[in-house]
């Protein structure tokens, strides 16, 4: 079936650093994409998200952008802080055109800030 | 605002043996969700109620997983019998509306689940 998937399992980073984390999807009916971080022993924490019609979105440090004639997405922390360490998930939203989404998550990526 | 809340936190069983975990959604939320979320994978929804009435169970195993939200509020899910392969985060989510665009869904801090 249709998925979203990330380039890298891991990223390291020093503190202060910009950290950027990649998601391919695969579905093209998909109409709303969203990054959570999740600690450890933690339920994902929502982040940003970004609806199809818009290429970026930022917030707080964060930005995400979304390429869809790639199927691409992505999500940049600036100066990224020891409490940044944790995975990072992109998911996408099908409604197909209802009121009800239906979540599906990527693999997730592992980021670690080093003081 | 108190968020989601999930017990147990933690549960240890043999296989073949029955479990049941419970969710309390945030206050005046109209949809919830449960997701399996195995070790070094992103969750995966098994069901989703709106109110009381199943919205999604496609990937909800039937034969041994059954969830209810009889009076539209608090969740329980149930594995019986358990399989080694069950051994995940159990983790319930809700959202104001539907969950479609715009919707944000909280979720709880999840059950940790052990097979043996």
């Known amino acids: 079936g249709e998925s979203v998937g990330l380039h890298l399992p891991t990223l390291s980073v020093q503190e202060g650093d910009n950290s950027i984390i990649n998601c391919a999807y695969s579905n093209s009916a998909s109409d709303y994409f969203i990054w959570y971080k999740q600690e450890s022993g933690k339920g994902p924490q929502f982040i940003i998200d970004?609806?199809?019609?818009?290429d970026k979105r930022q917030g707080q440090r964060v930005t995400v952008l979304l390429n869809k004639t790639v199927k691409h997405l992505s999500l940049q922390i600036a100066a990224t802080q020891p409490g940044d360490s944790a995975v990072y998930f992109c998911?996408?939203?099908?409604?197909?055109?209802?009121?009800?989404?239906?979540?599906?998550f990527g693999q997730g990526t592992i980021l670690t800030v080093h003081p | 605002e108190a968020g989601v809340a999930q017990s147990p936190r933690y549960k240890i069983i043999e296989k073949r043996q029955s479990v049941a975990f419970w969710c309390n959604p945030i206050?005046?939320?109209?949809?919830l969700y449960w997701y399996q979320q195995i070790l070094g994978q992103g969750p995966k929804l098994l069901i989703q109620f709106q109110n009381n009435g199943v919205v999604d169970d496609s990937q909800l195993p039937k034969d041994r997983f059954s969830a209810e939200r009889l009076k539209g509020v608090d969740s329980t899910l149930k594995i019986q019998p358990a399989k080694l392969e069950d051994s995940a985060v159990y983790l319930c989510?809700?959202?104001?509306?539907?969950?479609?665009?715009?919707?944000?869904?909280?979720f709880g801090p999840g059950t940790r689940l052990t097979v043996t």
């Open positions: 989510a809700s959202s104001w509306a539907g969950g479609g665009t715009g919707d944000e869904q909280y």
């Open positions: 206050s005046g939320h109209a949809t």
């Open positions: 970004i609806r199809s019609n818009m």
């Open positions: 998911a996408e939203n099908t409604s197909g055109g209802t009121s009800y989404g239906k979540l599906t």
